[in-house]
């Protein structure tokens, strides 16, 4: 605050008179745009977990968080009590298996990301500042993924950590665990962009955050709940075609794909396709939505 | 390098909406007034200069950069008032103009110290911690004005800075406008459909209308005198009048006022003699100024 100082004192030593020191200029360094995307990127990962908002607002984020790790937490001390006890929870099944509350929070947060912007109108002043429209459309896309990332890998951290830390043995349980450890990043990475991308897409398209909400939690329960009664009611192909309207099924094949095994939770293991598919959906997914969010912001009134 | 530069510089929505048909002109330095009615196309040229819409046809430049290439090197150097709401009523006045700051460029240290200065330019102080969604319409315009300021801009783009205020809270922005333009030697361009407002606060006038220019000069010599003596008397208007124009000069009737041309000294004589002469009770005389509003009314005459 180098520039009030001098205020300051001269009220002082002035006993109650203020002496206005007239405008200031600025003639230090300007950022230009990549210091503007990188702010907007900040502000934005702060904005999903609500740092600086009210306590209303962090509770979602924050109790998704909370409701995320006591799974873990749990697990932990389970296999810590009882080693030989078998774990509900595991590296492979774990985001599958809580893909609801993870549902929730993308839900909730994506369109706190964006429709604010929208619906008062900030975004005339985004744009005129020294960013592009494509910029801020990346710059929010980086956020969430990020948002997304850090609270599905915070659990899976968990229990990296406890199984490592609670063992007899901390330098060889370190050493059992960390062939692990692309699992323990890589699944969440894999949860995170495709989630990030498909969330915002919905959510770039309206300023209304109620509706933008609702879209997203619409696409994936009705889209979960299509699956499980298709997957009941028909057989063969057409039970595996139905599978992919589950949002979490390509997910888990990707992850069961690039860093994992096959878990009996999910349909995955019982389909009959080969592991690349589900990846390819799920590239397709996000490319798709990113493409759309990107055009919407380059058309949007500001 | 004149400040703004238009060259034949067109807007269509549509194949139907012409806001801008042309527009060609140059602009230097100061406090610019752009006047025209609703609809003149005074928001599509802001948005032009900002690089916010894309021109049809033609080309224009800010501070001597290109808008339709170099946009965001224009916008790090270009502070932007919205007519409409445009802030987010969760965020504090600091909070807010803060982020703004280093959404232009500033470094996180440098945009806090700026936010604190301008804030206090534009006179909010306790309730800047606040959020935005308590404040009345002029603490949110003052808000406005403010994350226009915070980076210290060369050009400041203003459209209806006064939309929605009362009188009090008009007088108070046109002064903190003034203010920042004359001490702080902020080029600024107003855009508003009061000519009143224009007229209080402005050194130069472009006046637009239906998206062609209409008017580009200083704002003196839209009020200079125009050599028109103003003779109002309680009644015999016509009377005397007509006496004058039988001694050979050019006077009309406006009401109870007659209205004559001052090439010269001479005629006040004349005047005088011819009131004493028929006895008429003289109201008062005085020099005639044009008004901003003669500019658009002469037009009007022009069309019709």
Redesign the interface.
């Known amino acids: 605050m180098t520039g009030s100082e001098p205020a300051v004192a001269a009220r002082q030593s002035a006993s109650g008179a203020i002496y206005d020191l007239g405008y200031q200029g600025y003639d230090g360094p300007r950022l230009g745009r990549r210091a503007a995307v990188a702010t907007l990127f900040w502000a934005s990962l702060r904005a999903a977990f609500a740092l600086g908002r009210s306590g209303r607002a962090k509770i979602v984020p924050w109790g998704i968080t909370a409701l995320l790790l006591i799974p873990a937490g749990v697990t932990v001390a389970i296999a810590s009590l009882s080693p030989r006890a078998p774990a509900a929870f595991d590296y492979d099944n774990f985001l599958f298996n809580l893909s609801t509350l993870i549902a929730i929070f993308v839900a909730a947060q994506a369109p706190e990301l964006v429709s604010s912007d929208q619906r008062n109108r900030v975004l005339s002043l985004y744009f005129s500042h020294a960013l592009e429209r494509t910029d801020y459309a990346l710059a929010k896309l980086a956020a969430l993924t990020a948002a997304i990332f850090l609270i599905t890998l915070a659990p899976m951290l968990l229990l990296f950590l406890g199984r490592v830390l609670l063992a007899a043995d901390v330098v060889e349980a370190f050493g059992d665990e960390l062939g692990q450890l692309p699992q323990v990043i890589g699944a969440p990475l894999i949860y995170a962009i495709p989630l990030a991308a498909f969330s915002l897409a919905i959510a770039a398209f309206t300023p209304r955050r109620a509706y933008a909400t609702g879209a997203i939690i619409a696409v994936f329960l009705v889209g979960a709940a299509m699956a499980g009664i298709l997957g009941d009611a028909t057989s063969g192909p057409l039970r595996d075609l139905s599978q992919l309207a589950n949002a979490f099924v390509p997910l888990d094949g990707t992850r069961d794909w690039l860093v994992g095994d096959p878990i009996p939770d999910s349909p995955v293991s019982r389909m009959d396709y080969p592991m690349w598919v589900f990846g390819a959906e799920a590239l397709a997914v996000t490319l798709i939505s990113a493409a759309a969010t990107v055009w919407r912001y380059r058309g949007v009134e500001a | 390098m004149p400040l703004i530069e238009a060259r034949a510089l067109t807007k269509r929505y549509g194949s139907h909406v012409t806001a801008l048909d042309g527009l060609t002109l140059d602009v230097e330095p100061g406090i610019i007034g752009l006047v025209g009615a609703n609809g003149a196309g005074k928001s599509t040229f802001l948005k032009i200069l900002?690089g916010?819409l894309q021109p049809t046809s033609g080309g224009a430049s800010v501070l001597g950069l290109d808008v339709t290439r170099q946009?965001?090197?224009i916008?790090?150097y270009?502070g932007?008032l919205?007519e409409?709401?445009?802030?987010?009523?969760?965020l504090s006045a600091t909070?807010f103009v803060t982020?703004?700051g280093?959404?232009?460029?500033?470094?996180a240290g440098?945009a806090?110290?700026?936010t604190?200065?301008v804030l206090r330019?534009v006179g909010l102080y306790e309730e800047r911690y606040r959020p935005i969604g308590g404040y009345s319409t002029g603490m949110k315009q003052r808000v406005k004005l403010a994350?226009a300021l915070v980076?210290?801009p060369k050009l400041l783009l203003l459209d209806e800075p006064t939309n929605g205020l009362d009188p009090a809270g008009r007088d108070e922005m046109l002064g903190l406008v003034k203010r920042t333009g004359t001490?702080?030697g902020i080029a600024t361009v107003v855009a508003s459909h009061l000519l009143g407002e224009i007229e209080r606060v402005c050194t130069f006038l472009l006046a637009i209308d239906n998206g062609k220019l209409l008017r580009a000069a200083p704002i003196a010599s839209f009020t200079e005198r125009t050599g028109t003596l103003g003779v109002e008397v309680e009644e015999g208007a016509d009377a005397l009048a007509a006496r004058l124009v039988e001694r050979g000069l050019d006077a009309r009737v406006e009401g109870r006022t007659v209205l004559v041309d001052v090439p010269d000294e001479r005629p006040y004589d004349m005047v005088r003699d011819a009131v004493a002469d028929m006895g008429l009770a003289l109201v008062r005389m005085e020099q005639r100024r044009h008004r901003l509003e003669d500019l658009f009314r002469a037009d009007e005459e022009g069309a019709a």
């Open positions: 900002l916010l946009g965001p090197d916008r790090q270009v932007y919205p409409h709401d445009c802030l987010p009523p969760d909070e982020h703004m280093r959404m232009a460029g500033l470094p440098a806090r110290e700026r604190a200065e330019h994350q980076h210290d001490e702080f």
